[in-house]
């Protein structure tokens, strides 16, 4: 995480005047790693005796701290946001656009 948070510190240049915003934001996605961890090593010591349901519900704690993760995130990003530059503004579109989706395509029905 820590790797990531300075590389997205770099391809976003935070500026001196934008540390305290960036801070909040940093220290949130430290946070959602945390309890998405927690969740994922919930269900890894349960897993040799759960059942069908068991596993549904821990996918479902997984799924769930992932979306409440991103809505924290969104949140604390906003506050950065609204004071980037243009061109940081566009490369943070450019990034979070295609974050976690590459090589993904659209299933055809």
Do not use: C
Request: glycine letters at 4%; charged letters at 30%; proline letters at 1%.
């Amino acid at each position: 995480m820590e790797k990531h948070i300075k590389e997205l510190h770099v391809k976003l240049k935070i500026t001196p005047a934008e540390e305290s915003q960036w801070n909040e934001v940093a220290a949130t996605m430290r946070e959602n790693a945390k309890d998405l961890d927690l969740a994922i090593d919930k269900r890894d010591a349960a897993v040799a005796s759960a059942t069908a349901i068991d596993n549904l519900n821990s996918y479902a704690d997984i799924a769930q701290a992932h979306a409440n993760g991103v809505k924290k995130l969104a949140s604390a990003f906003s506050g950065l946001y609204s004071v980037m530059s243009d061109d940081q503004k566009k490369e943070a579109d450019e990034v979070f656009s295609h974050r976690g989706h590459e090589g993904r395509k659209t299933a055809k029905r």
